[in-house]
């Protein structure tokens, strides 16, 4: 029984992929990621307010987007160790919160990144990862007049493209055979003794 499922197994070990995708997008400009980016260039810190933003189509409650107030802002921005130094100063600690408030973060994020990898290899698996990661944000701060005006804007931006390939003799030929026949140990012995039988032929060679 055993030679047959093994002989069954071989043919299915070869050129089989499963994809995965990660995919984290708002909706703005119906996830257009070129556009997006467009529409990022035209805004101009200190000319912008956060009115201005809306009504150039970036929707600031559209879902997956993060809004950060006052000091947690800050943290996200000047990072918590520099922060804490900061409010170290207990005689200016008021003043600081009290300014703090006044700022605003918003942080929109645009992920779309694939993989495709072998689910059923024998000595080598490649993974191929391809896509997008991108974060922009904006920064607003309360000029006291009851508007929001646009202070700092950045963008983090990844095109990825990555492949990766791995090596183990007979590794995906083992875990498919433990998954669908539970013969692992005998299989593994099998292929330990003809990978044995291969390094010592190279020795001698």
Known sequence: ??????????????????????????????????????????????????????????????????????????????????????????????????????????????????????RFYFSRKDTHTFGFKVTIKFIFKGDGSGRDVLIFRSKKYREINEHKTEYAFAQGFLDLAEKITGISGSVRDLTDSVKGMIERQKNKD
């Open 1 to 118: 029984m055993k030679p047959i499922v093994l002989a069954i197994l071989i043919p299915l070990s070869i050129g089989c992929t499963f994809t995965t995708s990660n995919v984290v997008k708002t909706g703005l400009f119906n996830n257009d990621l070129e556009r997006l980016m467009a529409e990022f260039k035209k805004i101009e810190p200190d000319k912008t307010t956060r009115d201005d933003v809306i009504k150039a189509g970036f929707r600031l409650d559209a879902p997956n987007i993060e809004s950060l107030d006052g000091p947690e802002a800050m943290k996200e921005i000047f990072t918590e160790q520099s922060f804490q130094a900061v409010l170290r100063d207990p005689e200016k600690l008021e003043a600081i919160l009290k300014d703090l408030n006044r700022y605003h973060m918003v942080s929109i994020p645009y992920v779309d990144v694939t993989t495709d990898a072998d």
